[in-house]
């Protein structure tokens, strides 16, 4: 059965840093796109960063960009969220979902398993 979990959120104050974690089961995560994506009350899902599985390019979106990374251990079969400089716009609840595919895709409808999220609020 394949599976996804994530896990590392938490209550932060503004301009600190957390690192979520998407542990994989069931399959072998190198294979597959991975990608992080968030929502927040009364918005939509919108994606974070993404993780190619051909050659392990990252993708962040515009929002995150020169303050999130993402990172894959091929050995742990965990794709890593490294959040610094953390914003209250960055409060969502952060999911984690795979896709087979080669290259990242920021189309949350693209992705085939989800995990069940993790919140993450900023605040003082």
């Known amino acids: 059965q394949l599976q996804l979990v994530e896990s590392g959120g938490g209550l932060v104050q503004p301009r600190g840093s957390l690192r979520l974690s998407c542990a994989a089961s069931?399959?072998?995560?190198?294979?597959?796109?991975i990608g992080w994506f968030r929502q927040a009350p009364g918005k939509e899902r919108e994606v974070v960063s993404c993780?190619?599985?051909?050659?392990?390019?990252?993708f962040h979106a515009d929002s995150v960009k020169g303050r999130f990374t993402i990172s894959r251990d091929n050995a742990k079969n965990t794709v890593y969220l490294q959040m610094n400089s953390l914003k209250p716009g960055d409060t969502a609840v952060h999911y984690c979902?795979?896709?087979?595919?080669?290259?990242?895709?920021?189309?949350?409808?693209?992705?085939?398993?989800w995990g069940q999220g993790t919140q993450v609020t900023v605040s003082s």
């Open positions: 069931g399959f072998t995560l190198v294979y597959y796109v």
């Open positions: 993780i190619s599985s051909s050659d392990g390019s990252p």
């Open positions: 979902a795979s896709t087979r595919r080669d290259y990242c895709t920021g189309y949350a409808v693209i992705y085939d398993y």
